[in-house]
């Protein structure tokens, strides 16, 4: 199908599906681009390399959630980024370890996640 051929149908959709579709093009040229050219995709190595900056970002939104799990509190930070391309699973756990390392969250023997008032 050609450029044309899919604008001219794309006319016919409503206004939600037409801004649903440029949020889902935008998601897969991003991640095209990435796939292209990783070098250009700060990945950090270990938690220390993370942005400070990042990490209070995601603790704000973070304690606004208040996901109570380990699972939970993972979807949430992918969801934070999914507009931006995506988010790894190896850098969400370098986040978790980063957010418990500035003491943004704690991690109780049950596994249940808390949020220190800061």
Known sequence: M???ELSKEVEGLGYRDKLRLAQLLIQLARKEEEEQNP???KSPGHPS???PEMVQYV???LRKLKPSKKDALLN???AMFQFQGGISDGDKE???AAL???KCISVAENGRITYPDT
Do not use: H, L, N, W
Request: aromatic fraction near 10%; proline fraction near 0%.
């Open 2 to 4: 050609t450029y044309d």
């Open 39 to 41: 070098e250009q995709r």
């Open 49 to 51: 390399e993370i942005d």
């Open 59 to 61: 603790a704000e939104r």
């Open 76 to 78: 949430s930070v992918g």
């Open 94 to 96: 370098r986040m978790f």
């Open 100 to 102: 418990k390392k500035a």
